[in-house]
């Protein structure tokens, strides 16, 4: 007898629709899957058939099992449960009814257990775009199929339980409530840094406009500690944005069990070791790097000129379009890729360039070849460029604490929602990534604050895309301000935040 039950296989972070179908007969002892099934799919006649067993039903001697359409690659475990289904509905023990209209994920243990899988929220948004009436998943991945809505969850702990309940053998137990993950910046405060006005400044306006930041001092003068604090002073996830990231992080295999969304944007700090893959994304079957895992939230790359080059210029097309597109062979897998990129990095080898009390040991040739570690193009693409100077020693007792993470990120928000009242009819966005087109229709600068902007375009060498991001952090500075419109002080100050190169300029 044939059976078919509807499963889902993640290619990206999106899920497409696998038909499951079941042939049993008699004859000769086999269980032969096929459809492209990667080793941990075709491992799944072991784990199905001791699990049936355990539950104490018949099991039939020969399978012939089909994943649908034959050219997706299927991978991973969550085809344990729909094929498990399938042959009991091909057996005639779970009525053929119960599962019409349903998509079914999970992973079963040896005994009948169902453990939790990854990707159950992109498999949840599929139902709701197919319009079926919900998804069949493990107890444990409830809470986050649950987090979209406009379909059922079904969920049980055990094999045996969830074919008493399909046989209408007792209800299903209702969604357990949404829970939010663990805040874990929640002891983290922007008063914790003292002094360093300006580099506060600068990344409050990164945090209002959602710009790209390099910072450069000399060690230990708080780079990381800044870094580290910027999201604290960014604004909550959207209901939206928080399904986007834990999307990601569920396809990844990040989110904690029986956890429903995101609520705090996330923030992820790669090795400079880190490989290129690593950072965006790749394998043989894709998966999400780091740049996507920090989706909506902030990458934090430290020491950014050890990394090796290649792997940097990894960067540049999700920094210029906000995804990642990994081609293989077999599949084209695209990964969201908004995130704010933060650096941090020293002026010289030595770190000493610049510094009152300590000589560089660096020669021009060094320092000529440190810097050249990054691209024209990848500096480019970094909206504010500021240096850090060491505290002076009084400082570190009588400085003023400063303003709290919640007092700043008030001036954030709002200077947000200006951005999403200007940009409302136009698809929405930040300063940093709206059309520039949109931008140039909405908020056009006056001839004499344009004129400005081209002499120091000319003066100081700039590309064109330094203009249009100049433009994007002047935006961001009135926004923060309530300005309607651009004024000299704003682009000035935009201005100010362009000089990375001047502390080579000075060595030489």
């Known amino acids: 007898m044939l059976a078919k039950v509807l499963s889902a296989a993640l290619v990206g972070v999106d899920a497409r629709p696998v038909e499951v179908e079941c042939d049993v007969s008699n004859g000769f002892p086999a269980f032969d899957t096929v459809g492209l099934p990667e080793l ?162 600068a990344l409050e306006v990164a945090a209002a406009g959602g710009h790209n930041v390099l910072m450069t001092g000399t060690p230990g003068t708080g780079k990381t500690m800044l870094a580290r604090r910027l999201p604290t002073i960014l604004p909550p996830l959207h209901a939206d944005e928080a399904i986007e990231v834990t999307k990601v992080w569920s396809v990844a295999g990040l989110l904690p069990h029986g956890t429903g969304l995101l609520t705090e944007r996330p923030f992820r700090a790669p090795h400079h070791t880190a490989s290129a893959s690593a950072l965006v994304g790749g394998g043989s079957i894709p998966k999400p790097g780091e740049v996507s895992l920090a989706h909506r939230g902030v990458l934090f790359l430290d020491e950014l000129a050890e990394f090796p080059r290649f792997v940097l210029e990894t960067l540049r097309q999700p920094m210029e379009d906000g995804t990642v597109t990994v081609t293989r062979a077999r599949q084209v897998a695209r990964f969201p890729a908004q995130t704010m990129l933060v650096a941090a990095m020293n002026p010289c080898p030595c770190g000493h360039l610049g510094s009152a009390h300590h000589r560089c040991t660096c020669s021009q040739v060094s320092l000529e070849r440190y810097r050249a570690r990054l691209s024209g193009p990848l500096l480019d693409r970094i909206d504010l460029q500021i240096q850090l100077q060491a505290l002076p020693a009084g400082m570190l007792r009588n400085a003023a604490t400063g303003e709290t993470s919640a007092v700043v990120q008030r001036r954030v928000c709002a200077a947000r929602d200006r951005q999403l009242a200007r940009y409302a009819p136009h698809g929405g966005g930040t300063n940093a990534v709206v059309p520039m087109t949109v931008l140039r229709r909405v908020s056009p600068l006056e001839p004499e604050v344009h004129d400005l902007l081209l002499r120091a375009l000319e003066a100081f060498g700039l590309s064109p895309r330094a203009h249009d991001r100049i433009w994007r952090v002047a935006r961001t500075i009135a926004d923060l301000e309530g300005a309607a419109d651009v004024g000299f002080d704003h682009l000035s100050e935009a201005l100010q935040y362009r000089h990375f190169d001047e502390p080579v300029r000075a060595a030489a």
């Open 40 to 201: 941990s799919v075709r491992e799944a006649r072991v784990r199905v058939r001791s699990a049936i067993r355990h539950a104490g039903l018949p099991f039939p001697l020969r399978v012939i099992c089909n994943l649908a359409p034959a050219d997706v690659r299927k991978e991973g475990t969550s085809f344990d449960l729909p094929v498990a289904l399938a042959v009991l509905v091909a057996e005639g023990i779970v009525p053929t009814p119960a599962l019409e209209g349903w998509v079914v994920v999970g992973e079963l243990a040896l005994t009948g257990a169902l453990r939790p899988v990854c990707g159950v929220l992109a498999v949840a948004e599929m139902a709701r775009s197919l319009g079926l009436q919900g998804i069949v998943c493990p107890a444990e991945n409830a809470r986050e199929a649950g987090a979209v809505s406009g379909i059922e969850v079904r969920a049980a702990a055990t094999l045996t339980e969830m074919v008493a309940l399909l046989g209408n053998k007792g209800e299903w137990a209702a969604v357990p409530p949404l829970l939010t993950a663990e805040r874990l910046q929640s002891r983290l405060c922007w008063s914790d840094v003292r002094g360093h006005a300006v580099a506060k400044r």
